[in-house]
């Protein structure tokens, strides 16, 4: 099976004039503060994405570890009657044990 794929080309078109009026798929007018608009808010999407560091500097190490179903499942419910993520709780319970383990 063959994975060649076809090569896009990019050709640039002619300018719109100034005096061209220029809509989106919703109708809406397509001017300056549009596009500046349209320009934050994909910045603020792409900023958004993936996880925040938790250190102030360096990277913060991954604790990866295997669960039973069932205990998996009740972390789920605790965190959740907590009203925080999973991960959020983990931490807060991992922290409280070694704590309390010194």
Do not use: H
């Not at 798929?25 to 792409?46: F, I, M, P, S, T």
């Not at 993936?50 to 250190?55: E, H, I, K, N, V």
């Amino acid at each position: 099976m063959s994975t060649m794929r076809k090569r896009t080309t990019y050709q640039m078109g002619p300018d719109v004039s100034v005096t061209e009026v220029l809509r989106d798929r919703q109708g809406r007018l397509v001017d300056n503060d549009y596009v500046r608009q349209a320009a934050e808010d994909a910045l603020r999407e792409a900023r958004r994405r993936g996880r925040p560091s938790l250190p102030k500097k360096g990277e913060a190490p991954l604790l990866r570890i295997r669960l039973p179903q069932e205990l998996d499942d009740a972390i789920g419910r605790a965190a959740k009657r907590t009203g925080k993520s999973r991960a959020e709780w983990v931490r807060k319970v991992l922290d409280e044990a070694s704590r309390n383990a010194n």
